[in-house]
């Protein structure tokens, strides 16, 4: 079992930046691969990017490459959302999703454990 506690959103103006952390208590985080979600007001929750478990390899969304990245530091059993240069259309709540195979997959079916989600809201 993996329990997160995800933090770091906000409010921020169009070209701002957030930097969004998730904390996983549990099994060995190491174990796991991360992915970031976000599901804006009225959509469905869509797939942002993902980590591989060494944090070596990175797959992202065509909406956010570019101006996302993603990081994690098994050390501190963290995922990080590094998210530049906002737009509007960004805003969302945001959730960081995790499972134990170590290979992309953008369906969040796919994702065993999640985090409570964090509001970030980009004004115009």
């Known amino acids: 079992q993996v329990q997160f506690v995800e933090s770091g959103g906000g409010s921020v103006p169009t070209g701002g930046s957030l930097r969004l952390s998730c904390v996983a208590s549990?099994?060995?985080?190491?174990?796991?691969?991360s992915a970031w979600f976000r599901q804006a007001p009225g959509k469905e929750r869509e797939f942002v990017g993902w980590?591989?478990?060494?944090?070596?390899?990175?797959n992202y969304a065509d909406s956010v490459k570019g101006r996302f990245t993603i990081s994690r530091d098994n050390a501190k059993n963290a995922v990080f959302l590094q998210m530049n240069n906002l737009k509007p259309e960004d805003t969302a709540v945001y959730y960081c999703?995790?499972?134990?195979?170590?290979?992309?997959?953008?369906?969040?079916?796919?994702?065993?454990?999640w985090g409570q989600g964090t509001q970030a809201t980009v004004s115009s």
């Open positions: 980590v591989n478990r060494a944090g070596d390899i990175r």
């Open positions: 549990g099994r060995t985080f190491s174990s796991y691969s």
């Open positions: 999703a995790a499972r134990g195979l170590n290979y992309l997959d953008r369906n969040e079916a796919a994702y065993d454990y």
